[in-house]
């Protein structure tokens, strides 16, 4: 069984950097995609970033490129989203979701998520 | 980027009726790189249908999708108590993954 564990969310100043984690079990890591969807209160799914199988390739939603970093250890398991110069906005539930290939096209599988609040 | 567009915002329906749900993309899909999720409150999406009309594992046959260019169809055949949800569209054509505003389906 597919299992996707978030953690890393919590409260943070505007300006400031938080990074999340994404544990993977129940299927061959480094043979998937993974992506990071958010979404804010009461609102809808946004599309964040994505990465390959390998971690050569990543992808990211224009509001957060320069800001936030997708990053993955196939040893561990484990995707990663770095998030610095955080903003209100960035403020959302952050899903991590499994791809059904290795390009991080489709979702077949999805955390709990985690919640991140950008706020002083 | 592709902008998608769903409609009707929301599809107040009755058990057993048809749902009929849209999205329509700013710019052409290829090789229909669309997919359909459906989100409870409090729960995670689950992916329903991709390549605008392949069901996922273990969905059932109630769901299904058409369409392709810039519009796109979901289609619940016979509604039951636990399909009423919120729907959202997913396009993977363009390499900024983009997602519809939704669509609620209320009883």
């Known amino acids: 069984e597919v299992q996707l564990l978030e953690s890393g969310g919590g409260l943070v100043q505007p300006g400031g950097s938080l990074g999340l984690s994404c544990a993977a079990s129940g299927f061959t890591f480094s043979s998937y995609g993974m992506t990071w969807v958010r979404q804010a209160p009461g609102k809808g799914l946004e599309w964040v970033s994505g990465?390959?199988?390998?971690?050569?390739?990543?992808y990211y939603v224009d509001s957060v490129k320069g800001r936030f970093t997708i990053s993955r250890d196939n040893s561990k398991s484990t995707v990663y989203l770095q998030m610095n110069s955080l903003r209100a906005e960035d403020t959302a539930i952050y899903y991590c979701?499994?791809?059904?290939?290795?390009?991080?096209?489709?979702?077949?599988?999805w955390g709990q998520g985690t919640l991140v609040t950008v706020s002083s | 980027e592709i902008v998608l567009t769903q409609s009707p915002g929301t599809l107040s329906l009755s058990p057993g009726e048809r749902a009929t749900l849209s999205c329509r993309a700013s710019q052409s899909v290829s090789n229909n790189y669309l997919a359909w999720y459906q989100q409870k409150p409090g729960q995670a999406p689950r992916l329903l249908i991709y390549g605008a009309s392949s069901r996922a594992a273990g969905i059932p046959d109630r769901f299904s999708g058409s369409g392709s260019g810039t519009d796109f169809t979901l289609t619940i055949s016979r509604l039951e108590p636990e399909d009423f949800a919120v729907y959202y569209c997913?396009?993977?054509?363009?390499?900024?993954?983009?997602f519809g505003q939704g669509t609620k389906v209320e009883i």
């Open positions: 997913q396009q993977y054509d363009n390499s900024a993954r983009t």
């Open positions: 979701a499994k791809a059904r290939t290795n390009m991080p096209k489709v979702f077949d599988s």
């Open positions: 990465i390959s199988g390998g971690g050569s390739s990543t």
